[in-house]
C-alpha cells in the first residue's frame, strides 16, 4: 500500500527463488516465507502462519517438495546443538520446520530442555517449555531437568520447571528424587531445598526443617518428641546442620 514504507532486511543475493525465511514480528508473531519467484513489480511469496502467535508450524503443505527441508533427525541433531548453545532463534526456525521439541535422540538420551538446564539459560528454557517441551522427559539415566536444576542449585530454574508441570517425586535411576539430588548437591542452595522440601510429599525432618531454618517445623517436631540428636546417614544431627 502507498502509505507502507519499504525497509531493507536482506541483501538481493538473499532474496532468491527457494529460500524461505523465518519471521518474528514485534508482537511476537511468526510466519514462514518462501520466494516463489521474482518479477518486476516484485517478489512473490508463500507464507504460512500461526493463528495463536506461536513459531510451531505443524502443518507446512504450502510448501511444496521444491524446498528441501531437512529430515526429522537432522532437524532433531540441530534442535539439540541449538539448545546446548541457548539460541532461541534458531530453536524457533527449528521448531518452525516440525524438529521434536522432546527429543531424545543426542548422547545419553537426553532432552533439549535438560541440554537448556545444564547450560542454565533460563530464557532458553522459558521457550522450550512454552514450545511444548516436556518438564518430565527423562534420560537414559532417568534424570531430568529439575534434578539436573536441583542439582545445579538453581532456584530459579527450579522454580520455572515446577510451575510447569515437573513432578518432584520422579526418581532418577539410583533412586533420587529432586530433593535428596538438592540435599546432596556441591552447589547447594537453600531456596532450592525448601522448594521442593514444600512439594516433595515426603515425610518431614529435623534435618531438612534445619537446613531451611523453619523454626516453626523444627518446634513442632520437637514438641512431637523427635529425637533432636538423630543423625543422618553422615552422622550429623539437625543441630550441626543448622550450624
Same mark, same amino acid.
Given at each position: 500500500r502507498p502509505r507502507l514504507q519499504p525497509i531493507s532486511l536482506l541483501s538481493a543475493s538473499e532474496i532468491a527463488p527457494g529460500n524461505a525465511f523465518f519471521i518474528e514480528t514485534t508482537l511476537g508473531h511468526h510466519a514462514l516465507v518462501r520466494v516463489d519467484g521474482l518479477t518486476d513489480e516484485g517478489v512473490e511469496i508463500t507464507w504460512v502462519t500461526q493463528a495463536d502467535g506461536s513459531g510451531s508450524?505443524?502443518?507446512?503443505?504450502?510448501f511444496d517438495a521444491s524446498y528441501p527441508i531437512p529430515s526429522q533427525?537432522?532437524?532433531?541433531?540441530r534442535l539439540l546443538v541449538a539448545a546446548t548453545r541457548g539460541?532461541?532463534?534458531?530453536?524457533?526456525?527449528?521448531?518452525?520446520?516440525?524438529a521434536n521439541a522432546?527429543?531424545?535422540?543426542?548422547?545419553g538420551g537426553r532432552s533439549p530442555l535438560m541440554h537448556a538446564v545444564i547450560k542454565g539459560d533460563?530464557?532458553?528454557?522459558?521457550?522450550l517449555l512454552q514450545s511444548g517441551a516436556d518438564p518430565n522427559a527423562q534420560g537414559e539415566d532417568g534424570w531430568n531437568a529439575l534434578h539436573a536444576a536441583a542439582k545445579l542449585g538453581?532456584?530459579?530454574?527450579?522454580?520455572? +520447571?515446577?510451575?510447569?508441570?515437573?513432578d518432584p517425586r520422579t526418581m532418577t535411576?539410583?533412586?533420587?528424587?529432586?530433593?535428596?539430588?538438592?540435599?546432596?548437591?556441591?552447589?547447594?542452595?537453600?531456596?532450592?531445598?525448601?522448594?521442593?522440601?514444600?512439594?516433595?510429599?515426603?515425610?518431614?525432618?529435623?534435618? +531438612?526443617?534445619?537446613?531451611?531454618?523453619?523454626l516453626?517445623?523444627?518446634?513442632?517436631?520437637?514438641?512431637?518428641?523427635?529425637?533432636?540428636?538423630?543423625?543422618?546417614?553422615?552422622?550429623?544431627?539437625?543441630?550441626?546442620i543448622a550450624a
Open positions: 508450524f505443524s502443518d507446512l503443505t504450502a533427525n537432522e532437524l532433531d541433531r539460541d532461541t532463534n534458531v530453536m524457533a526456525y527449528l521448531l518452525g520446520f516440525g522432546n527429543t531424545t535422540t543426542g548422547r533460563a530464557r532458553a528454557i522459558e521457550f538453581r532456584a530459579d530454574l527450579v522454580k520455572a +520447571l515446577l510451575e510447569a508441570g515437573a535411576e539410583d533412586g533420587q528424587d529432586a530433593l535428596a539430588i538438592a540435599v546432596g548437591a556441591t552447589r547447594q542452595d537453600v531456596g532450592v531445598i525448601a522448594s521442593l522440601r514444600r512439594v516433595s510429599g515426603e515425610t518431614d525432618s529435623l534435618a +531438612l526443617a534445619a537446613r531451611v531454618g523453619d516453626k517445623a523444627i518446634t513442632s517436631m520437637l514438641e512431637s518428641g523427635n529425637d533432636v540428636n538423630a543423625k543422618d546417614e553422615a552422622g550429623r544431627t539437625a543441630l550441626h
